[in-house]
Structure formats: C-alpha cells, structure tokens
Nanobody
C-alpha cells in the first residue's frame, strides 16, 4: 500500500506563488507517473500536471501551462507542484496521485493512490 501526504496549501493573493509537496511512503514507491489534480465543489476532478517517475517527462493542462511546474525527487519519494502567478480561479482542493498503469494517463480513474487534498485559496 502507498500513502501520499500533501503539504503546502494555504491562502495567498492573486499573483503570488505557492508550492505543494507530496511525500510517498509505504511499499516501494515506483509508479509509472505521479499527477496533480484539483477539484472544485460540485465539479469533477480536473487534471493539472503529470510527471513520469522514470525520465521526468511532464505534461500540463492548458489552464496552468507556463505558470505551474511539476518536479520529482526519486531519492526522497516526493513530487512538488510550484504554482506561480496564481489566479482566483485556481482556488480549489489539490490532490496528488500516483499511477502504476502504463500509458499516457490524464484522467482521475487512471490513478491508483491519492493524497488527502490540501486547499489552495487565492484572493483577488
């Protein structure tokens, strides 16, 4: 079993930066990819960014491209999401997730383990 624990959420102003971190523990952590998703109340979980565990290939949703950067540290089993130029519409709960499936997985049902979801609030 894999446990994912996120940290770094909080309240910031528009234009500010925030860094989310996701630490993995439990079984040997060797997923195919790790992603960040976000979810607003009453809406489906939305893909934000993804990074492969081997090779560090990244992919971003258009809504965050150029503002967010995903990175990983294989030795520490952590994945981070650096969020710059935050906007009020970035105010949602963010989730870290790990996928052990092969392929270009961008949907929530393709991820096997999830963190608890820190709240990010961006005031205007």
């Amino acid at each position: 079993q894999v446990q994912l624990v996120e940290s770094g959420g909080g309240l910031v102003q528009a234009g500010d930066s925030l860094r989310l971190s996701c630490a993995a523990s439990g079984r040997t952590f060797s997923p195919q990819s790790v992603g960040w998703f976000r979810q607003a109340p009453g809406k489906e979980r939305e893909f934000v960014a993804r990074i492969t565990w081997i090779g560090s290939n990244t992919y971003y949703a258009d809504s965050v491209k150029g503002r967010f950067t995903i990175s990983r540290d294989n030795l520490k089993n952590t994945v981070s999401l650096q969020m710059n130029s935050l906007k009020p519409e970035d105010t949602v709960v963010y989730y870290c997730a790990a996928s052990y499936r092969y392929g270009f997985v961008l949907t929530a049902n393709g991820y096997d383990y999830w963190g608890q979801g820190p709240q990010v609030t961006v005031s205007s």
